[in-house]
């Protein structure tokens, strides 16, 4: 079974992640299998980056967080989004790491996305179906959420609606 994870730093996402790794233990799926069970078992790990754009018209200059010197927004914006994937390469690292003796296959992949749920939504969804993942397993909010409020967060809820494969929602 191939189950896809996408995660966000939230609680819920790694609860999330946590569910899906036991989804795969009770189905038998260890270190055991044969190498061929073991790349067909397997959890992928997804985040999806925001990309930050510059609207039309609205150049300004900004301090460099690299250099300090003056940049253009451009400049400024394009740091921001090189900072956010070394970010989120080192932190998908992390949690790959922190899970890599549970028995089951672990992969991390890093999607470009937006700043909208929609589109993180179709990001996944896309990724998904390009994997030919049997599961998508999402925590019910993420960072963007509260849930004390919300049953279902905007991307949770999107991948719901707009997936033609099985989405598990973990609360």
Known sequence: MKILVPVDGSDQSIKAL????????????NSNS??????FNKIIIVNV???FHVPLGF????????????ISLSEYITEMNEMLKNEWIERLSEIEKKYADSGISIQTQLLEGSHSSRT????IVKFSNQEQADLIVVGNVGLGGISKIKALGSVSRNLVEISNRPVLVVH
Do not use: R, V
């Not at 150049?59 to 010197?69: F, H, I, N």
């Open 59 to 70: 150049e300004k200059p900004m301090k460099s967080m690299k250099t300090g010197k003056t």
């Open 34 to 39: 044969s190498k061929n069970e073991k790349d």
């Open 49 to 51: 980056l925001p990309h």
């Open 18 to 29: 946590e569910y899906a790794i036991y989804l795969l233990k009770l189905t038998g799926a």
């Open 120 to 123: 993180i939504a179709d990001s």
